[in-house]
């Protein structure tokens, strides 16, 4: 290993973000390359323009997160000081409007959950709008090809996007994997969400804090990002669809998708729709595993994969696989 490497990190999310700041802090010369508008992957938040140059803001992804973990606690704890996380509640009515405490805070973002990723990009070399098209390894380097037709080169290689697509990439740079490392890579699964974002005439009528975690089907969350503190100037929800009810309506159109959840959540939101959008996580959350935090390659040029399919799922899950995956390659170094 050379005295001082280079990082590309692919993916802007928790996992990426954190393994980069940990890796910059050590003098690793690091670059992280997201396809996305913004960083913050599933750490997501979108607004729609209303009447009147108002603004609706929806969290699309991630909700909110637990914590665990001291380590993790000690950033979260940093967060809160920053103003940038507030604890939202310890639990949420479950469909029966009764409040389910059970003791754990729930934290969001103050202004969104993508703030929080907004935060940890600041002084880290990240190109948002960069897509990675193939991956291929020459001698002591990785070489990635992006759409726009240039490449980057980097000493060590950490893939962050749900594990398909990072095979995807590997596969099109005709790219080899030892077969240990393959087959515990292909068993991992995830599975999709449709989130329907909707703008509302007159407040939702969600229980207290104006979040219901149904865990069913066709809907299994529904939110109220003005009650969230996310969304001052409009009446908004966001409601997840369940994994069936996602696979089921894979292929339908978006009217489809969103008459049929609106309809299903009318009961509870119980407030006229004014406009709707519909996103689709094709990978919203893992369903099966891989049990170590990262997965390391060990090789002339190292490869790492790591994200919330590694050790423990959820913002948590990929801050800490984010970690590990920064402390494996500094072992190397
Ligand atoms: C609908 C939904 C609800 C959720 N609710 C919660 C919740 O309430 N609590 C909780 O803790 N977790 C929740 N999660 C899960 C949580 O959002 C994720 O576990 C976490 O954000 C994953 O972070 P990550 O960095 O591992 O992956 P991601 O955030 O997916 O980051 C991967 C990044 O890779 C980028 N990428 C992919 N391919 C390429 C390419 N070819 N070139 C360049 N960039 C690429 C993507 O654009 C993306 O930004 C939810 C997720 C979804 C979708």
């Given at each position: 290993m050379k005295p001082s490497i280079s990082c590309a990190i692919v993916g802007a999310g928790m996992t990426g973000l954190m393994a980069a700041r940990e890796l910059q802090s050590h003098g690793i010369k690091v670059i992280v390359i997201d396809?996305?508008?913004?960083?913050?992957?599933?750490?997501?938040?979108?607004w729609i323009e209303i009447e009147g140059n108002e603004k609706g803001f929806f969290d699309h992804?991630?909700?909110?997160?637990?914590?665990?973990?001291?380590?993790?606690?000690?950033?979260?704890?940093?967060?809160?000081?920053?103003?940038?996380?507030r604890e939202w509640a310890r639990g949420f009515a479950q469909g029966d409007d009764l409040p389910h405490h059970d003791g754990h805070p729930r934290?969001?973002?103050?202004?969104?959950?993508?703030?929080i990723a907004r935060h940890l990009a600041?002084?880290?070399?990240?190109?948002?709008?960069?897509?990675v098209e193939s991956l291929t390894r020459q001698a002591e380097q990785w070489s990635l090809a992006l759409e726009s037709g240039a490449a980057i080169q980097a000493d060590a290689l950490l893939l962050?996007?749900?594990?398909?697509?990072?095979?995807?990439?590997?596969?099109?740079?005709?790219?080899s994997l030892p077969d240990g490392a393959r087959h515990a890579l292909e068993r991992i699964t995830y599975d999709s969400c449709f989130a329907v974002m909707a703008v509302l005439d007159a407040p939702a009528r969600l229980p207290e804090p104006g979040a219901l975690q149904l865990q069913q089907e066709p809907i299994a969350w529904i939110a109220d990002n003005h009650?969230?503190?996310?969304?001052?100037?409009?009446?908004?929800?966001t409601i997840h669809a369940g994994p069936d009810f996602t696979?089921?309506?894979?292929?339908?159109?978006?009217?489809t998708v969103?008459?049929?959840?609106?309809?299903?959540?009318g009961e509870w939101v119980r407030a006229p729709v004014k406009s709707w959008q519909v996103h689709r996580w094709r990978y919203s959350q893992p369903r099966l595993t891989h049990p170590e935090p990262c997965l390391f390659v060990n090789d002339a040029a190292p490869l790492i994969f790591a994200g919330d399919a590694f050790g423990a799922p959820r913002v948590e899950g990929a801050a800490l696989s984010g970690l590990a995956a920064a402390a494996a390659l500094l072992k190397r170094v």
């Open positions: 396809k996305g508008r913004s960083v913050g992957g599933r750490m997501a938040t979108r992804g991630a909700q909110f997160f637990t914590v665990r973990d001291p380590w993790f606690q000690s950033f979260v704890d940093e967060w809160i000081s920053a103003g940038l996380v934290y969001c973002g103050t202004a969104g959950m993508n703030a600041t002084g880290l070399d990240v190109r948002v709008n960069t897509k962050t996007p749900p594990v398909p697509q990072s095979l995807a990439l590997l596969n099109a740079g005709d790219c009650r969230k503190g996310i969304s001052p100037d409009a009446f908004t929800v696979r089921e309506h894979w292929e339908a159109d978006h009217e969103a008459r049929k959840l609106l309809h299903a959540a």
